[in-house]
Structure formats: C-alpha cells, structure tokens
C-alpha cells in the first residue's frame, strides 16, 4: 500500500520522484508526496488524493533539487489528509518517509513531547522524524542518527530519511517491510521495490533485514543490525518497464501465474510481524470495530467466491467465528438475516464487479457492524464505498482468467482470520504466533510449487483430448477443487466440476469411466484416509486418477491410487495457496496444448461491470 521513492543525481529529481510513485499507484494509497533538498532547505509539497493531484502542484509551483524523497501513503494511524501525509518534517531541518506501523509509537511520542518536540500529525510516523532530529542534535550524522533510531522502534518499517544540512545524502532502513538500493551512474536511489525505479536502473540491493544505508551521486554504504559494514549482491533484473508487458512469458496468464510468490509477498509486507498481525492493517480505527465482530458474512462472485469459501473453513475452524458466503448475484436478491455485530466482506478483484458492489450497498443499509472490502484495485468504487479496506497487492492482473489475485486473495483473507482471533482471544497465542510465522515460509513454498511447472506440462497431454473432467477435495480443499475446476473450464473450454469428494456415491461417480480424468486435491490432514476411499471408488469404476498431494500425505497413497504430483504445503493454513498452483498450471498447460485463447478466452471479460 504505502510506496517509497528516494533518489540522489546530479539532475533534477523531481520528475524521477513523480514517475516512481505512478509506477506505485497500484499498491494503494490516499494521499502522495515529496521533499528535495535544495541549497541548505527542505522543499516539501504533499496532499491529500492522487498521484495526479500532487503532480499539479508541482506543475504550478515547481520544485527543484538533485536530492529528495516522495510517498504514497495508506492511512493506518490517523485519517486520509494532507497533515497526515509524508514526508514528514522535524523543525524543518529532517525530512522522512516509512512504510510499515511503528509500535511503540505512543511511549515514544511521550519522550519527544516531554523534550519539546510539536506533532503536527496522527500518524505514527511522524515520532520517527523527531527521533531521527533529536539524534541529530545530540551529535551524530544522519547515518549515525538513523541507525541509533532504529534500535528504539519496535513494528515493521521501511524508511527514507534526508537532512537539510548534509546535501546529497539519503540514509534507507528497512525491518519488516521491503527497501531495494537502485544503482544508477553517478546517482543512487531507493525504493520499496523495483518497479519505480525501472526507468533509470536495471541494477538493484535488495536490502536485507535490519540494514542501514546511506547513499549519494558517488556511492552508497550498508551497515547490518549489528553496525556492521557489510555487502549485498547486486542483482541486474529483466523486468521491462512496463509492467503490463509479457516478458520473456508466453501468455500473461503464465507471467501472473509466475508472480504470485512476489504478490503473495507484497500482501504480507508491512502487515504481519514475526508472530502477529499488526494493528490496524485493515484500516484507521479497524480493531477497535473488529473486537467486536461475532460473525462474519462474506459475498463475492467466481473465483473470489472460491476464496471466501476457503476462509469460511478457516474462520470456523482456527478463529471460532461463524461465516456464511454467498455469490452475490443471489444475496443482493433476497434478506438475509443479519445477526448483531456481523461483518460483511466483500471480495472483488476489479472493485467494480456489479453484483458485488450492489451487494456492498445493500449491506451498507442492513444493520451490518462494518463493511471490509478485500480488492486490488485501489480507485474502485468498491474500495471508495467500504467502511475498512485490505488492497491484495497482486499488481496489474492482465489474464482473464485470475491467478495471482485469487492467491493474494486467499492471504489477505488469512490476515483477517489470523486479526480477529487475536482480537476475539478465541485462540491461544503461541498458535497465532505460528500461523503468522508459517505465513512468512508462504512465498518460497510458491516458488517450490513452481518448479512442477515441467511436470504437470507433460501430465496436462493426458488432458488434451478429454471432454469433460472432475475435481475433487474436502474441507477447505473443496473450494480449492472448485477453482481448479474453473480454471480448467475458462482456458481450455473443457467441462470441469467439483464437488466434495464425500458426495461421489451422491450420483458424480456415474459418470466416472476412462474418458473421464479426475484430479483429487490431497493435504496431510485428518481427512486424508477418506479422501483415499473415493479415489478407491473412481479407480473400482476404471476412472483414471491425478492427485495433487502434501508430500507428506505421499507414504499413505499407493501406486493404484494414480498418477501423484507431491509438492511441501506448509501445513494447514498455508495448504490451499500452495496447492491451487499447480491447479493453475495444469489448466495453463492444457489451454496451450488445445490452442485456445489463453489470455481472453471467449465469452469472458476481466471485470463484470454489469448484472
């Protein structure tokens, strides 16, 4: 959500400043802007709204410098507004930017305004700022200032800090929340991740955590948690400017598919710490209204559908908190009883699908205690509309039929669950602790997932000649057979269905022959041995088998059960994201080898906009 651009050049840094927060537009924000030093002061001009609105600030009252640092913000503490914005100044003199939540902000805020400091803010930034000048007074450099200071702040942050006394120089921290060191030719720049800084750099330090850096025109310095000096590796990337290119891809759908890791990622940072999840992600004020919540009613359409029938599990099961979910085309037509302090979630990708966004009205006059948006779009009218918003940070999805946003979905939702049972107190705290620890293991699990992509390519030639084909899970893998079965349907025109794997003898296991491949989602859970029993039942009826296996559910399924892709899924919560990859991946690989059109099949569009 929050973006940080920084750049230190011989040239004015203004619009390199503006054209890196456009590139940032889409993770999220409500208010933009920028400082650059110049001749012995800090310039400074921020606002409440868009990138655009800033920029025509800019345009009527230019500022110029060869140094400075610019924001997109995303209120967590404090409402959207121009005095909440960043950068933030002490006396004039420091100016800063931070992604994250500070979370010792309030004991902080006493020790700076029992030493003479003025707020000018709700935010809980700005006591970083003033921490980072007092430091300064005291005697040390910025660099010095600002390694101090980051010992004294407990939260996630990513940071960009300069003085108008030191010219050139940018010092960047990061703990928790992502900060990248992009190095150009006689200039040097920051960022929260590359996309921004694409046009003036392939070269980039992914900084590491803990990390301090102080860069200039000439070079940069890394100092580690310890103050130690220390090197990173550079790293040239491939990634073109444009975002909504495909690269060395096929098919944007295989690109997306490719990225998920890194959305996944991008939707955990600056809102999971090391054993919680930190206050007021979903918003200003969220948890004092999530306290109370006592049920939650989730609506959406499609795959979001699938996702919030997953949570529904989750919710019910690690939280202790009913959910109901419905397709929103059918809840928005009849009354649904409303139960005292229900939440009513809504999850769109577009934020403009017409039957949820009708739904969202509705809820907004029913009683409802709150409305939350789950969404990656941050100007739809579904986010403007709620009363608390979770942006999934998937980035540009181009694909119609959706990948990394059904995944950062199924996380965002994760976060909500993981929230309220820490708010609610219905689990105990060493078990949310190892949720959110299991939740940090997510990404590179995706990216073992990815490594089947070979594997499944040759399975998916069994695929090619077929029909018709089923989907089976149970539990929370149920609605991942769901999706997969959609997947399937919408890229390749093959008729898929899922259903649970215990309603087999309920009359799916009629059409259960050789011409009719049935892909099985298998964790390691309590529900494996009855999982095994209806494969049993297809393979009885001569149906051939594809099981997508937990690797550790591996040494219970024999030979006779069928063809086996394993793959490690982390356990219970992380098992659902891990396993609809190679879901995707099958579905991607038979749509290619069928010739169809992968990225706009038929019939379809990206965003439903109307009923």
Known sequence: MCGIVAASTHRNVSEILISGLRALEYRGYDSAGVAIQNEGILLRQKTQGKVQDLDALLQASPLSGHCGIAHTRWATHGVPSTANAHPHLSRESIALVHNGIIENHEELREELLAAGYEFNSETDTEVMVHLVHRLVEEGNDLFGAVREAVTRIRGAFA??????????????????????????????????????????????????????????????????????????????????????????????????????????????????????????????????????????????????????????????????????????????????????????????????????????????????????VICNVPESTIVREADLVLMTRAGPEIGVASTKAFTTQLVALQLLVLELAQLAGLAEASLIAQWARDLHQLPELMNRALELDGEIEVLAEQFVEKHHALFLGRGSYYPVAMEGALKLKEISYIHAEAYPAGELKHGPLALVDHDMPVVAVAPNNTLLEKLISNIEEVRARGGEMFVIADAAAVSSLKERHGQIIKLETGGQMLAPVVLTVPLQLLAYHVAVLRGTDVDQPRNLAKSVTVE
């Not at 550079?234 to 990225?259: L, P, W």
């Open 159 to 372: 940071i960009a800090v300069v003085s108008a006394t030191e010219p050139g120089v940018i010092v960047g921290a990061r703990q928790g929340s992502p900060l990248v060191l992009g190095i150009g030719f006689q200039e040097h720049y920051l960022a929260s991740d590359i996309h921004p800084l694409l046009g003036v750099t392939n070269r980039f330090i992914y900084l590491e955590e803990g990390d301090v850096v102080r860069l200039g025109t000439e070079g940069y310095d890394i100092r580690d948690r310890e103050d130690q000096p220390v090197e990173r590796a550079v790293k040239e990337s491939d990634v073109a400017a444009d975002a909504a290119q495909r690269g060395t891809f096929r098919h944007f759908m295989q690109k997306e598919i490719f990225e998920q890791p890194a959305a996944v990622a991008e939707t955990l940072e600056g809102r999971i710490g090391l054993d919680r999840v930190l206050p007021n992600i979903f918003g200003v004020g969220a948890d004092t209204i999530l306290k109370k919540v006592k049920q939650v009613h989730i609506v959406a359409c499609g795959t979001s559908f699938h996702a919030g029938l997953v949570a529904r599990y989750q919710l019910e099961e690690l939280a202790g908190i009913p959910c109901m979910v419905e397709v929103a085309s059918e809840y928005r037509y009849r009354h649904p009883v409303i139960p005292e302090n229900a939440l009513f979630v809504a999850i769109s990708q577009s934020g403009e699908t017409a039957d949820t966004l009708a739904a969202l009205r509705h809820a907004k006059a029913a009683g409802y205690l709150a409305t939350l």
